[in-house]
């Protein structure tokens, strides 16, 4: 199967022809933190660091009265001192899940110990009874303090997204860039592509606060209300007809939404300079803002044999597909089966596509 790498036409990824290959600027996606195990704190770009475990050290990013920001052309010094202290108090949090983890182990391991003497003696005294129940209440208490600490990590790193987001969109609203300027610089395909994984893997974990608590709206399969705004910098599937006159599913981002008209205003991800596409809400599609636990809330994933639309590997288009298994784990991606008439059952093999591009299909309105 010759698999185009560009937009293709609706329904299958085998449709012969060629699109633009060429991707956006860099600066339109921005990659995202790490939450899925907040328990390793190496400082990324996105927190302003190399990447190695180093704690925050906010003298070090001062700038002298008058000097530019070091946090770039859009962030004023409110910003950069915000996000400096989101940084280290996102440290700090993490330092404190590492020594409560620690307890808990130290916990646990005193668990196990009384268990092999009761096992030993082949009964259970009073004392040990005693004293089994009182470790498993500290084990309890240890667990919802530790994934108390997960949840406060996880609200600091969303916390720190926005604002990082909000930047970009300020510095491309600024005309930081202007048209007049010529082609913006075109990130290599390999480079987006990595960058698209990089989102999808540090796509927030949903954790809830009880076992009763369900998950929100863009949580994994959870659709979104319908009276739901995606907002600008959002990813998102949008359908848009090409030059050739076909419908196309792409992966596109928010640029705005006009109450008024009822339409967003797109930018494909996947074009040199800035082709931008106006929307009605039924041609879009929100992708997912949480990733949903298999393990806690399978309910919040599409079931084997889910119809679904899914980012085809390597492209930006999404193609509807079968989901041959759900995700088993909180890292895990779909296993599906994309529509192709190339093969003699319809279907290509299997292939892995991550919670963040697997959404509902919306077929287009009958005429």
Known sequence: MKMRRGKSSVGTPSASGSKDEKAMP??????????DSPGKMPQPEWAGGSGTETEP???????EEGS?????????????????????????????????KERSEVNLGHITKTQESINQNQKISPYYRSKLRSLYQSALSDAENEAELYRKS????????NIRNEQRLQARS?????????PRKIMRRGVLMNMLQQTALTLPLWIGRTGEEKPPPLCGAV????SYISKPGDYIAARVRGSDGDENWILAEVISFNSGTNKYEVDDIDEEGKERHLL????IVPLPLMKANPETNPEALFKKGNLVMALYPQTTCFYRALVERPPEGPIDDYSVLFEDNSYADGYSPALKVAQRYVVQVKEPRKR
Do not use: N
Not at 26 to 35: D, H, L, N, R, Y
Not at 154 to 161: D, F, G, N, P, R
């Open 280 to 283: 009605s809400r039924r041609r």
């Open 174 to 182: 600024a005309g930081l860039h202007s048209d007049s300027d010529g």
């Open 223 to 226: 659709a979104a209300e319908s």
């Open 57 to 63: 050290k906010p003298e070090e990013e001062k700038t």
């Open 26 to 35: 860099p600066a339109s996606i921005s990659p995202e933190p790490s939450v």
């Open 154 to 161: 996880l609200e600091k790193i969303t916390e720190i997204k």
């Open 68 to 100: 530019k920001p070091s946090s770039g052309p859009a962030a004023g010094g409110g910003s950069s001192a915000s996000l400096q202290e989101m940084r280290a108090e996102l440290y700090r949090l993490v330092r404190e899940t590492h020594k409560g």
